[in-house]
T-cell receptor
Framework: GAVVSQHPSWVICKSGTSVKIECRSLDFQATTMFWYRQFPKQSLMLMATSNEGSKATYEQGVEKDKFLINHASLTLSTLTVTSAHPEDSSFYIC?????????????FGDGTRLSIL | GQQVMQIPQYQHVQEGEDFTTYCNSSTTLSNIQWYKQRPGGHPVFLIQLVKSGEVKKQKRLTFQFGEAKKNSSLHITATQTTDVGTYFCAGPARGGGNKLTFGTGTQLKVEL
């Protein structure tokens, strides 16, 4: 159980392109999803919290107009990197948790490796 | 702000040797979670500790939560090549919202 699917796995595109990443919870309803960014050999940096039916909450320093998040259903959240530039190249990972109890673990998608040329 | 540090940052061991990673939080945690990320993979939940002084075991892995609930450790007995990866601890972030603050991670390499 607790499977999270993230698509696509790899994206290579030109500078200025907008890229959409999907995160789906396959066998449970995810009231909350999280989007992380991870640089090589570093920890996970939380970018934003996505709540179904409401606006995402962004962490300090994360541009909400740059990283658009939509959580339209209990099983799907999307992250759109708008007008991507080489500095946006990174590993983006989503996670999902069901229920409202704060102690529930997060289940991660496989991640998306984004390379902007 | 809240910081969760792990030591060591890297650890190379020979297969069969033991391994321990230590996690220290700048704030008291209501619980602590441990995740493993294989090279090129995504973090996978291992365990959650809630009680002060709690100790849990999963086969060769032993997890401990400190009495003050500000530190934790993960000990692997007789490492195997399948243990390779980065181990992260994580605790509830200040400000709530069900967010987690991840530790800096310990990368484990196991050599034959």
């Amino acid at each position: 159980g607790a499977v999270v699917s993230q698509h696509p796995s790899w994206v290579i595109c030109k500078s200025g392109t907008s890229v959409k990443i999907e995160c789906r919870s396959l066998d449970f309803q995810a009231t909350t999803m999280f989007w992380y960014r991870q640089f090589p050999k570093q920890s996970l940096m939380l970018m934003a919290t996505s709540n179904e039916g409401s606006k995402a909450t962004y962490e300090q320093g994360v541009e909400k107009d740059k990283f658009l998040i939509n959580h339209a259903s209990l099983t799907l959240s999307t992250l759109t990197v708008t007008s991507a530039h080489p500095e946006d190249s990174s590993f983006y990972i989503c996670s999902a948790r069901g229920g409202d109890r704060g102690s529930q673990p997060q289940h991660f998608g496989d991640g998306t490796r984004l390379s902007i040329l | 702000g809240q910081q969760v540090m792990q030591i060591p940052q890297y650890q190379h061991v020979q297969e069969g040797e033991d391994f321990t990673t230590y996690c220290n939080s700048s704030t008291t945690l209501s619980n602590i979670q441990w995740y493993k990320q294989r090279p090129g993979g995504h973090p996978v939940f291992l365990i959650q500790l809630v009680k002060s002084g709690e100790v849990k075991k999963q086969k060769r892995l032993t997890f401990q939560f400190g009495e003050a609930k500000k530190n934790s450790s993960l000990h692997i007995t007789a490492t195997q090549t399948t243990d390779v990866g980065t181990y992260f601890c994580a605790g509830p972030a200040r400000g709530g919202g069900n967010k987690l603050t991840f530790g800096t991670g310990t990368q484990l390499k196991v050599e034959l």
